[in-house]
């Protein structure tokens, strides 16, 4: 027996590296296989991986909860109230709109799960999801996963990875249920201006249509860079679920801790199946991110370190005869044109042998992606040890050029 035959089609088709080798950075060994030989991670999105990082305060309140004895409970499927309001005060912060906490956000794993989960009352089998590509590999997954299908969306390269608002109009059918946004974008790390954000969500409400919007790295923006956030704008509010993480910006991505916000009308189904779906974060982890809520003084010099390490690589990448970088927006990725020089998976394996640094092929992040490569430059503790990995990576470069 198949038992693959009786499976969802969706799920059918994935492989975790059990019965043949995988080259994805999630599952399989070749990536634990690769750090046991020393390679520099930089395909793994986790700032300052894999050195030690967690902020003094952040542990401090972890040792004393843990201590304490108390953490062994469950805590509510939704979510820590007080958490909530920690998040609540931070969106007004940045949005001016004020949530109810209690009714508006929902505290999931992560935001991987609260990205399924966002999208799991909405997609039936058939409905078609828009996706801007390039973008997170899990956009292009996760429709299909829930009997989908997932419609890609070129974003305009000559325009810094901004939107092509044609190109989301005509992908446009009868079956659209859903436009699925990265915001600000991995790979590219583009932060979408008000004004595109504003025509695309006049093109959500014109064809009724419901919006998730991940914003896991909207802690990382530079040059003053407006991040907005899409259910703030005009009719919004009422279709849009708005996915966040303390994993990115925040550097506590081994917590676990992620939330959606959203009208209560959506929230009503979501904490509904909350217990279902998301069974409960760890209550341990909720509780150190409040104690990272309330003192956030840290993120200054993480996004002071990422500011720096983004000049080092754009200046020393963009110094290789065939390869070219924008300079990032946002995040600490970079994502980088090799397409000159050949095919970018072959490029990829090459710099591991080559450079000793794992970065990631561009094709899983979408059909615009053959060509490119992302580099986590956030990820060592020591911005020596990541300038020493680009600068490897940059010799190799030259070297298979040649
Ligand atoms: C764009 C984006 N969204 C969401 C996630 C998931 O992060 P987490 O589940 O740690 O919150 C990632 C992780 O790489 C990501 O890059």
Redesign the pocket.
Known sequence: MDIRNKMRKGFAGLQGGLFSSVTKADVGSSFSQMQERGVTMMSW?DPFFPDPSTPPHVLRKAMELLESGCMSHYTMPIGNAKLKECFAKQWKDRTHMELDAQRNIIITP??????LYAMMPFIEPGDEVIVPDPS?P?NFLNPVLLGGKTVSVPLCRENGFHFDLNAFAQAITPRTKMVLL?NPN?PTTTVFTRQELTELSKLIIEHDLVCVC?Q??EDSIFDGREMVSIATLPGMWERTLT?C????GMGL?GF?V?YIVADDHIMDVLFGGAVNVLGATGTLQQEAAIAAMEDLSFMDGYIQEYDARRKYAYQKLNEVPGVQMLMPESTFLCWVNVSELGDSTEIMQYLVEHALVACNDGKPYGPSGNGYLRFVLGSCGSRAMMEAAIDRVCSALHDFRR
């Open positions: 999105a992560g935001s991987d799960s609260g990205l997170y899990s990265t991995n991940d896991a790295f996915v993480s303390i994993s990115k991505s676990r992620g």
